[in-house]
């Protein structure tokens, strides 16, 4: 791959069934500090961050697919984003 563009990983973000539901957990159970809340998507002071499955699934193919498409899915979002726009 030596096309000059070049992918970087940044971070795995889980999609999750229940966001408040998830967002407690990492809040409460792990320490992490919300940094940003957007409802759907939740980034933490590391640099983690959830994003609901159903949300995004609308984002990026226009329709919900369910909850049997999402269980133990994670997607590289911002690194794939990053990836195909620039």
Request: proline content about 2%; aromatic content about 10%; some cysteine.
């Amino acid at each position: 791959m030596s096309s000059g563009a070049s992918t970087r990983f940044i971070n795995p973000i889980p999609f999750v069934r229940d966001i408040s539901r998830s967002r407690e957990f990492y809040e409460k159970r792990l320490s992490l500090k919300v940094l940003e809340d957007a409802g759907s998507f939740v980034l933490f002071e590391t640099g983690f961050a959830i994003h609901d499955g159903a949300a995004l699934e609308k984002t990026v193919w226009g329709k919900a697919l369910g909850a049997s498409h999402m269980a133990g899915e994670t997607c590289c979002w911002r690194a794939a984003k990053s990836h195909r726009h620039g």
